[in-house]
């Protein structure tokens, strides 16, 4: 899946500052910028591509859906609101998705993860070349269903106590597992437990140091304990 470079449309500091931490704990999202106001988003969307955006419908001197009226090619939108009757109206302009404040970060995966389906790939990368029936994948409980993941697209696990979150090079999935079956269940020869709150591809490490992992420019912690374990299966 591709990068989408995002641009935050929040008067709200708070409701900006959620919004950017959940980006930044997406590998394929990448925050471009924060803006109070629909005429400084203007200014923003000439200067900067702009794949993203998350746009408050009320804001001051424009609204937000008089600020998609003049957008001649406007990028993907997911509207943010405290108020849900507008829902239908966004809907009309073809927007992503539409999340109501405050917005909680399983609900925020669920509208970023809407990119995908919005955005079939153009080209198939080398590794995806392989036939499904060669690829190792495994169905996961996400929202009632049952959802394949290719081990090849996963880049690291992170542990919820009685769930994991899934981060895989399509998207975020949060599913009923202990870190410690799951590891079980994947490839010893390629996923590594960093953490005991972290498994990761070791084929998808980017860099690494004394003290954590780099994956999709996230850095993930080497636990003390695990540290002398990581080194040998990294170096080697």
Request: charged residues 25%; negative net charge; proline residues 4%.
């Amino acid at each position: 899946m591709q990068n989408y470079k995002c641009l935050i449309v929040e008067d709200e500091p708070l409701a900006a500052e959620v919004l950017q931490d959940y980006i930044s704990q997406v590998p394929f999202l990448e925050i471009k910028g924060i803006c109070t106001d629909a005429l400084f988003a203007l200014d923003c969307l000439q200067k900067e591509s702009i794949d993203l955006i998350f746009l408050d419908i009320h804001l001051p001197k424009l609204k937000g859906l008089d600020f998609l009226k003049i957008l001649k090619n406007p990028p993907k939108v997911i509207l943010t609101t405290a108020y849900h009757e507008y829902a239908l109206q966004g809907y009309e302009f073809g927007v992503l998705d539409y999340l109501l404040k405050p917005v909680e970060f399983g609900r925020f995966l669920q509208a970023v993860n809407k990119l995908s389906q919005a955005n079939p790939a153009k080209s198939i990368e080398k590794e995806e070349l392989i036939t499904p029936t060669e690829r190792v994948f495994h169905f996961f409980n996400v929202d009632k269903k049952k959802i394949k993941v290719y081990e090849d697209d996963i880049l690291y696990i992170e542990s919820l106590k009685e769930y994991v979150r899934i981060f895989t090079k399509h998207q975020i999935l949060i599913t009923k597992f202990q870190l410690g079956q799951i590891e079980e269940l994947l490839n010893k020869t390629n996923f590594v437990r960093t953490h005991r709150s972290f498994l990761v591809a070791k084929d998808k490490i980017e860099a690494y140091t004394a003290t954590h992992v780099e994956i999709a420019n996230k850095e993930i912690p080497i636990g003390r304990n695990y540290k002398e374990w990581v080194m040998n299966i990294i170096g080697n």
